[in-house]
């Protein structure tokens, strides 16, 4: 299984909304991530999990909130977004170290915030 | 931070034509990968290249790490071809490593 699975593919969600986003890997790496691309730009780190264990946060405001449960799952959990916050949101996964530690990306969950 | 450069940042080619996508960056590098994004979002891993050069049927890279560039070409192109084609590179910090993406190219091939 080489690929990065994320969930839902679209949320349509309101500034008063609480949703999670969700994604998963079963290829042993122990470090995953949250970008955010806007639209026409290119994808920006939010977070870094390395063994579960936040590692990079980029200043990232606290409504959003990213959890690691286990090895195999990162999730994203909103609250109080505004519509600015929309935008395409995609999770990696990476070996933590090694020869071949390239990034496997998940397709994304497009979210809109109305 | 570490800049990533890529060039041209638009090109329209014609069915079968080849092409050459650069990258520069500004300071050494653990890795770097090539990325092609297609119309749905979807982020594809094309080559990961930290130097020397790979290829893969109609595509091949060269990484020269000493002179902090790479080359992505793209030979006998196809209007499957088109989308954005990112350089991403990574940078180890504070003991985690950060994967930052140029600007991207946004590659049109036209039938």
Same mark, same amino acid.
């Given at each position: 299984?080489?690929?990065?699975?994320?969930?839902? /593919?679209?949320?349509?969600?309101?500034?008063? #909304? /609480? /949703? @999670?986003?969700?994604?998963?890997?079963?290829?042993?790496?122990?470090?995953?991530?949250?970008? /955010?691309?806007?639209?026409?730009?290119?994808p920006e780190l939010m977070f870094v999990y390395?063994?579960?264990k936040l590692s990079i946060n980029e200043s990232?405001?606290?409504?959003?909130?990213?959890?690691?449960? #286990?090895? @195999?799952?990162? #999730?994203?959990?909103?609250h109080a977004l505004q519509p600015e916050d @929309?935008?395409?949101?995609?999770?990696?996964?990476?070996?933590?170290?090694?020869? #071949?530690?390239?990034?496997?990306?998940?397709?994304?969950?497009?979210?809109?915030?109305? | &931070?570490?800049?990533?450069?890529?060039?041209?940042? $638009?090109?329209?080619?014609?069915?079968?034509? %080849?092409?050459?996508?650069?990258?520069?960056?500004? $300071?050494?590098?653990? %890795?770097?990968?090539?990325?092609?994004?297609?119309?749905?979002?979807?982020?594809?891993?094309? =080559?990961?290249?930290?130097?020397?050069?790979?290829?893969?049927?109609?595509?091949?890279?060269?990484?020269?790490?000493?002179?902090?560039?790479?080359?992505?070409?793209?030979?006998?192109?196809?209007?499957? $071809?088109?989308?954005?084609? =990112?350089?991403?590179?990574?940078?180890?910090?504070?003991?985690?490593?950060?994967?930052? =993406? &140029?600007?991207?190219?946004?590659?049109?091939? %036209?039938?």
């Amino acid at each position: 299984d080489t690929e990065v699975t994320q969930t839902p /593919k679209h949320l349509v969600m309101g500034m008063t #909304n /609480k /949703k @999670s986003l969700k994604c998963e890997q079963h290829m042993g790496h122990r470090a995953m991530y949250w970008y /955010k691309q806007k639209a026409k730009k290119p994808p920006e780190l939010m977070f870094v999990y390395s063994y579960e264990k936040l590692s990079i946060n980029e200043s990232v405001p606290s409504r959003f909130s990213p959890e690691c449960p #286990n090895s @195999s799952l990162l #999730n994203l959990h909103l609250h109080a977004l505004q519509p600015e916050d @929309s935008a395409l949101y995609l999770c990696a996964s990476s070996q933590v170290r090694g020869p #071949n530690y390239g990034y496997t990306f998940g397709s994304g969950t497009r979210l809109t915030v109305v | &931070g570490i800049q990533v450069e890529q060039s041209p940042p $638009d090109l329209i080619l014609q069915e079968g034509a %080849n092409s050459t996508l650069r990258c520069n960056f500004s $300071d050494s590098v653990n %890795n770097l990968q090539w990325f092609h994004q297609n119309p749905w979002g979807q982020l594809i891993n094309l =080559f990961y290249i930290p130097s020397g050069t790979k290829q893969n049927g109609r595509l091949s890279a060269t990484t020269v790490a000493t002179e902090r560039y790479s080359l992505l070409y793209i030979s006998s192109s196809q209007t499957t $071809d088109s989308g954005v084609y =990112f350089c991403a590179v990574v940078k180890a910090q504070g003991g985690s490593e950060k994967l930052v =993406f &140029g600007k991207g190219t946004k590659l049109t091939v %036209n039938p």
